[in-house]
């Protein structure tokens, strides 16, 4: 009964009002990699590009143009990697490992989250969001493969998304900022 209730009442809302029950991206919940939760929210006004990461991908030498982007831009953007190993277990390591891997080889000063599913029935709220349309209100999308990039303006809207091929410094992504 009380979901045949919740029907009727939204048959008169708008779809402007619809949108307001969806989660907007500054209001969920994710830890950095050492535990402590990150509040998105401190990074309204700058744009946001989430990066599903790993340490043993052939794709694993975009961490340097992600730290470039990182100190050419960081007025402009907060770069974000997710560590995530879904894809051929490529990033096997705890926080300490990704962390040493990440400082040691590329220097990255750039924010890091906990390691996260991007896809399947454990999908974290964060790529939920980023990859369904009913969410971001722009596109639907699937995690292909490490380093896939999403970028979010500075009012929290989703931008694009890209595949790990696109360099992070390529103008598709760079126009914004400029």
Not at 15 to 35: C, F, P, Q, T
Not at 46 to 64: D, E, H, I, R, W
Request: proline share 3%; charged share 20%; aromatic share 12%.
């Amino acid at each position: 009964m009380n979901l045949l209730k919740t029907f009727v009442a939204t048959l008169g809302t708008s779809s402007e009002e619809k949108k307001m029950d969806v989660a907007r991206i500054y209001d969920i919940d994710i830890n950095a990699l050492n535990g402590k939760p990150i509040d998105l929210s401190l990074f309204k006004g700058k744009y946001m590009l989430f990066v599903n990461v790993a340490s043993k991908c052939g794709f694993t030498p975009q961490y340097k143009a992600l730290q470039e982007l990182y100190d050419t831009y960081k007025d402009k953007i907060q770069v974000i990697g997710v560590p995530c190993n879904q894809f051929g277990g490529q990033e096997p390591g705890n926080a300490d490992a990704i962390n040493q891997f990440c400082e040691v080889n590329y220097g990255v000063s750039f924010l890091m989250t906990e390691k996260i599913k991007v896809k399947g029935k454990e999908q974290h709220p964060l790529y939920t969001w980023l990859t369904q349309k009913i969410n971001n209100s722009v596109s639907n999308s699937s995690v292909k493969w490490n380093f896939q990039k999403y970028l979010v303006d500075k009012e929290g809207r989703l931008v694009d998304y890209f595949f790990s091929s696109t360099s992070p410094l390529s103008s598709k992504i760079v126009k914004h900022l400029k």
